[in-house]
């Protein structure tokens, strides 16, 4: 149990587009989202969390102009990085948290898409 | 502020042990987390601490003192698939996780 997918698992795009990453929790109702961002060798840094059905949280630092972020639904969450550059490549991952715990795991743990990897050329 | 610290890499010799230290300042705690991170793909659960003591699971265990701050990852019997990056996180008040910039685990033959 507690499966989240993120789509697409690598994206390519030039200056100036938008580029939507996609993450889903396929097997339970997420209710918190986390959007984190990680350059190379470099820990994760949160950029934002999101709740279904209100806007999200950002960090510090991060822009919400910019990184678009939707809790739709309880199943789907999405990051819209607009305008992109060069210094926006970088590995996204987003984790899904759901109310109470699932049996025999930790309390409030997140569970991790295995990532998006975006390159702005 | 918030704090967590850990080394940044660590080199060992396959077959053998190694243990990753973590300490921590945070506003709250409720439970320490370790991860386990290979290059390129995202982070995957290893264990969970909330009480003082010692956790043992299989080749790993993890150990927390609430009271010092502190709590380390022990690997036995390392393999070459071990060779990763290893993350510790805190998981504060308000159940948001604090993460530490990670232990580059280098295993040699």
């Known amino acids: 149990g507690a499966v989240v997918s993120q789509h697409p698992s690598r994206v390519i795009c030039k200056s100036g587009t938008s580029v939507k990453i996609e993450c889903r929790s396929l097997?339970?109702?997420?209710?918190?989202m986390f959007w984190y961002r990680q350059f190379p060798k470099q820990s994760l840094m949160l950029m934002a969390t999101s709740n279904e059905g209100s806007k999200a949280t950002y960090e510090q630092g991060v822009e919400k102009d910019k990184f678009l972020i939707n809790h739709a639904s309880l199943t789907l969450s999405t990051l819209t990085v607009t305008s992109a550059h060069p210094e926006d490549s970088s590995f996204y991952i987003c984790s899904a948290r759901g109310e109470g715990s699932i049996s025999y795991r930790p309390p409030y743990e997140q569970y991790f898409g295995p990532g998006t990897r975006l390159t702005v050329t | 502020g918030q704090n967590i610290d850990q080394p940044t890499e660590m080199t060992a010799t396959e077959g053998a042990i190694v243990q990753i230290n973590c300490t921590y300042q945070t506003s709250g705690f409720n439970g320490l987390f370790w991860y386990q991170q290979h290059a390129g793909e995202a982070p995957t659960f290893l264990s969970y601490?909330?009480l003082d003591g010692l956790e043992e699971k299989g080749r790993f265990s993890s150990f927390l003192s609430r009271s010092k701050g502190y709590s380390y990852l022990l690997l036995k019997e390392l393999q070459m698939k071990d060779s990763a990056s290893y993350l510790c996180?805190?998981?504060?008040?308000?159940?948001?996780?604090?993460w530490g910039a990670g232990t580059k685990l280098i295993i040699k033959p």
């Open positions: 996180a805190v998981m504060d008040s308000n159940y948001q996780l604090i």
């Open positions: 601490n909330v």
């Open positions: 097997d339970f109702q997420a209710t918190t």
